[in-house]
T-cell receptor
Framework: KAGVTQTPRYLIKTRGQQVTLSCSPISGHRSVSWYQQTPGQGLQFLFE???????NKGNFPGRFSGRQFSNSRSEMNVSTLELGDSALYLC??????????????FGDGTRLSIL | DQQVKQNSPSLSVQEGRISILNCDYTNSMFDYFLWYKKYPAEGPTFLIS?????DKNEDGRFTVFLNKSAKHLSLHIVPSQPGDSAVYFC?????????FGAGTRLTVKP
């Protein structure tokens, strides 16, 4: 069974640009969550999508947005990039998401560096 | 607002000994707790979980203990192996809200 796939693995952008990250969940998983990981901060929750609807959202500015397609694939977009957006962005999928008390399965992440 | 805290950023143990990783949470409404392991350049991998109706869950060398009155969670690894060297994250959830700790880097020395 293929795992969670995130593309690209590495990305370098400059301040003010925008970026789109992609996540393909495990087949059959309908929930996709996005997290930002920075040193010393652990995993900060961005948002969760379930059946193409945003079900939950963390405390991030509106520059961070996402969407989910009918095949459960998800994209995350960050506009007007700032230096502080440099981080590892992780995507996780599960059958029912955090509503179902099930573990999430993570991709290997996209390392975003802002110059 | 850190509702889940891992106060030890790092831990070093000798191979064959016990590793104990600790996690504290502040929200008594959390009802499901998990531990993840993360190697460099890889995403976190689910390790073990426990529901709030239990106080212990065991899976091979890994045991998770939950003390609800103290709002404390711990992961015991016995015996520790060099391959266990990684960053360990604890997580707590309730319905649609899942929070992660900042992680503890475990180093197991041969």
């Amino acid at each position: 069974k293929a795992g969670v796939t995130q593309t690209p693995r590495y990305l370098i952008k400059t301040r003010g640009q925008q970026v789109t990250l992609s996540c393909s969940p495990i087949s059959g998983h309908r929930s996709v969550s996005w997290y930002q990981q920075t040193p010393g901060q652990g995993l900060q929750f961005l948002f969760e999508y379930f059946s193409e609807t945003q079900r939950n959202k963390g405390n991030f500015p509106g520059r961070f947005s996402g969407r989910q397609f009918s095949n459960s694939r998800s994209e995350m977009n960050v506009s007007t990039l700032e230096l502080g957006d440099s981080a590892l962005y992780l995507c996780a999928s599960s059958l029912t998401g955090s509503a179902g008390n099930q573990p999430q399965h993570f991709g290997d992440g996209t390392r975003l560096s802002i110059l | 607002d850190q509702q889940v805290k891992q106060n030890s950023p790092s831990l070093s143990v000798q191979e064959g000994r016990i590793s104990i990783l600790n996690c504290d949470y502040t929200n008594s409404m959390f009802d499901y707790f998990l531990w993840y392991k993360k190697y460099p350049a890889e995403g976190p991998t689910f390790l073990i979980s426990i529901s709030s109706i239990k106080d212990k869950n065991e899976d091979g060398r890994f045991t998770v203990f939950l003390n609800k009155s103290a709002k404390h969670l711990s992961l015991h690894i016995v015996p520790s192996q060099p391959g266990d060297s990684a960053v360990y994250f604890c997580a707590a959830s309730r319905q649609l809200d899942m929070r992660f700790g900042a992680g503890t880097r475990l180093t197991v020395k041969p």
